[in-house]
């Protein structure tokens, strides 16, 4: 339990989670166009995706599915699952917020902690995102603390602490040196398909506040202050609301939860100035008709609850639940599609001088990211669909997508636009042909009334002086016709 005479901090947490997974998304990329037709994942026999993943997709999309997951990077027999690892904090660090700059002190800098891998293999492309899981170790715990330095490593660009540039990871107890999150994949030896190191994209939160159970054997009750806040929206919540603003006027065990979820739900430090109203809106759940409390916010996606069958059942190979990691893996991999698509269309905009061959190639690439390889939305059950379709238009991307398109529109403009410029300059080209031909029949008509006398030279100036007409007649028209590409 919290001290609560001494004011919250990172060496007086409100929250001791044991069961607390943080999934760090890495996209292997950039994308790559198969050799041949990518075939279907065969799932190993004792693979803890198979069942969980098969029953997230609906019926016309598991055969053939367009993903498939699975745990470890070399044969199930020698794969280790837990990895043990060390989290290594700076012992101090700055965070900006509203123009102030405050420092935090880490007391402890190093926490023991477990690292799982999985990845999800997209066949249509034949890339992957890596799920690198990171959870405390057995008798350890994490707090909101724990949890928002770890979600500054792909996120927390408000704040500007510089963590992801600071924070190490040492693979086991007796690795001195450590690497950056960056480095992670490839200091774990995972088999990557490109020389570039993957990017670290997104990260998923679950954490579950009931008992631990036998997974970590751990008694650590935390009340849940979310049937409070659900039950505050309800028009006929009063109570709630009342009991809400109660907890926010005193410095109460109640006060200190909900100010460490919304830390750790948007993801900043600076949480202890909020109020029962920004409580509200922070921890309003993405999916509300769901038992455990689930948001998007920005780059994370985090599940509370105070219990969860599958993240129990996958401890100890996955480490957080399929049934989280797999939907946002998909919004991972269609925001990466635009991404590589946008970037295809505005090098070739930026070209002016490029011929239609390349333009025609990179809008065929983007169209295919933005259409072909475009995943909808495959999944089965109302949870799964609603954060997929929530979190595309909460975090943007559908309007990124609509927008990317607009680009590919352009393009194809600019295309259509190349094009008529070859048109009209092959047209120009053949009535060039014919006036000249139509001058040298005049030569010969001339040369036959002169009786076959050669021409003076009178004769040939005018006839070579009525072809550079006719060139720059034909020339001016052909250039004032012609429509512009945009700059």
Same mark, same amino acid.
């Given at each position: 339990?919290?001290?609560?005479?001494?004011?919250?901090?990172?060496?007086?947490?409100?929250?001791?989670?044991?069961?607390?997974?943080?999934?760090?998304?890495?996209?292997?990329?950039?994308?790559?166009?198969?050799?041949?037709?990518?075939?279907?994942?065969?799932?190993?026999?004792?693979?803890?995706?198979?069942?969980?993943?098969?029953?997230?997709?609906?019926?016309?999309?598991?055969?053939?599915?367009?993903?498939?997951?699975?745990?470890?990077?070399?044969?199930?027999?020698?794969?280790?699952?837990?990895?043990?690892?060390?989290?290594?904090?700076?012992?101090?660090?700055?965070?900006?917020?509203?123009?102030?700059?405050?420092?935090?002190?880490?007391?402890?800098?190093?926490?023991?902690?477990?690292?799982?891998?999985?990845?999800?293999?997209?066949?249509?492309?034949?890339?992957?995102?890596?799920?690198?899981?990171?959870?405390?170790?057995?008798?350890?715990?994490?707090?909101?603390?724990?949890?928002?330095?770890?979600?500054?490593?792909?996120?927390?660009?408000?704040?500007?602490?510089?963590?992801?540039?600071?924070?190490?990871?040492?693979? @086991?107890?007796? /690795?001195? %040196?450590?690497?950056?999150?960056? &480095?992670?994949?490839?200091? $774990?030896?995972?088999?990557?398909? *490109? =020389?570039?190191?993957?990017?670290?994209?997104?990260?998923?939160?679950?954490?579950?506040?009931?008992?631990?159970?036998?997974?970590?054997?751990?008694?650590?009750?935390?009340?849940?202050?979310?049937?409070?806040?659900?039950?505050?929206?309800?028009?006929?919540?009063?109570?709630?609301?009342?009991?809400?603003?109660?907890?926010?006027?005193?410095?109460?065990?109640?006060?200190?939860?909900?100010?460490?979820?919304?830390?750790?739900?948007? @993801?900043?430090? /600076?949480? %202890?100035?909020?109020?029962?109203? &920004?409580?509200?809106?922070? $921890?309003?759940?993405?999916?509300? *008709? =769901?038992?455990?409390?689930?948001?998007?916010?920005?780059?994370?996606?985090?599940?509370?609850?105070?219990?969860?069958?599958?993240?129990?059942?996958?401890?100890?190979?996955?480490?957080?639940?399929?049934?989280?990691?797999?939907?946002?893996?998909?919004?991972?991999?269609?925001?990466?599609?635009?991404?590589?698509?946008?970037?295809?269309?505005?090098?070739?905009?930026?070209?002016?001088?490029?011929?239609?061959?390349?333009?025609?190639?990179?809008?065929?690439?983007?169209?295919?990211?933005?259409?072909?390889?475009?995943?909808?939305?495959?999944?089965?059950?109302?949870?799964?669909?609603?954060?997929?379709?929530?979190?595309?238009?909460?975090?943007?991307?559908?309007?990124?997508?609509?927008?990317?398109?607009?680009?590919?529109?352009?393009?194809?403009?600019?295309?259509?636009?190349?094009?008529?410029?070859?048109?009209?300059?092959?047209?120009?080209?053949?009535?060039?042909?014919?006036?000249?031909?139509?001058?040298?029949?005049?030569?010969?008509?001339?040369?036959?009334?002169?009786?076959?006398?050669?021409?003076?030279?009178?004769?040939?100036?005018?006839?070579?002086?009525?072809?550079?007409?006719?060139?720059?007649?034909?020339?001016?028209?052909?250039?004032?016709?012609?429509?512009?590409?945009?700059?």
């Amino acid at each position: 339990m919290p001290d609560l005479t001494r004011p919250p901090g990172l060496d007086n947490p409100t929250l001791t989670l044991a069961q607390a997974a943080v999934c760090l998304h890495y996209v292997e990329g950039p994308i790559e166009e198969p050799t041949e037709s990518m075939p279907g994942h065969a799932y190993s026999d004792n693979s803890p995706f198979a069942s969980m993943e098969l029953d997230l997709l609906a019926y016309r999309f598991q055969d053939p599915a367009p993903f498939g997951s699975d745990t470890g990077t070399v044969p199930k027999a020698e794969a280790p699952q837990r990895r043990p690892i060390m989290i290594e904090y700076p012992e101090s660090f700055k965070f900006h917020s509203e123009g102030r700059v405050e420092t935090l002190d880490v007391s402890e800098p190093l926490r023991r902690a477990e690292l799982l891998v999985s990845s999800t293999h997209f066949a249509a492309c034949g890339r992957r995102i890596w799920h690198l899981v990171i959870t405390p170790r057995e008798g350890e715990t994490f707090s909101e603390y724990d949890l928002i330095m770890l979600i500054h490593l792909y996120d927390g660009r408000t704040e500007r602490t510089g963590l992801n540039e600071t924070i190490r990871f040492r693979l @086991g107890d007796q /690795d001195s %040196a450590g690497c950056l999150v960056t &480095e992670l994949p490839r200091r $774990l030896g995972l088999p990557l398909h *490109s =020389s570039c190191d993957p990017e670290l994209k997104c990260g998923t939160l679950q954490l579950l506040t009931g008992d631990g159970g036998a997974a970590t054997g751990i008694d650590n009750p935390q009340p849940n202050v979310f049937d409070t806040l659900r039950g505050a929206r309800e028009p006929d919540g009063d109570a709630d609301a009342r009991e809400l603003k109660a907890w926010m006027r005193k410095d109460c065990r109640e006060r200190r939860d909900i100010m460490a979820y919304c830390g750790i739900v948007t @993801g900043i430090f /600076d949480f %202890a100035k909020i109020d029962d109203e &920004e409580a509200l809106d922070t $921890l309003e759940p993405t999916f509300a *008709s =769901s038992s455990a409390f689930l948001r998007i916010h920005r780059r994370t996606l985090i599940s509370i609850a105070d219990d969860d069958r599958s993240m129990i059942e996958c401890w100890n190979s996955i480490g957080i639940s399929p049934y989280l990691i797999l939907p946002h893996a998909a919004l991972i991999y269609n925001e990466t599609l635009v991404d590589w698509a946008e970037r295809g269309i505005d090098k070739a905009l930026v070209d002016h001088e490029a011929r239609l061959g390349v333009l025609e190639d990179a809008y065929f690439n983007a169209d295919r990211h933005l259409n072909t390889l475009y995943l909808p939305n495959v999944f089965n059950y109302v949870t799964e669909r609603s954060l997929f379709e929530a979190g595309s238009e909460c975090r943007g991307s559908t309007a990124r997508r609509s927008a990317v398109l607009a680009k590919l529109n352009h393009l194809k403009s600019q295309i259509d636009i190349v094009r008529e410029h070859q048109h009209k300059g092959g047209e120009m080209i053949i009535q060039l042909l014919l006036a000249v031909i139509s001058l040298l029949q005049i030569k010969n008509v001339i040369d036959e009334i002169l009786g076959g006398e050669d021409l003076n030279s009178g004769v040939w100036i005018a006839l070579i002086l009525g072809i550079l007409i006719i060139a720059c007649v034909f020339w001016w028209s052909y250039r004032r016709g012609l429509p512009r590409r945009t700059r």
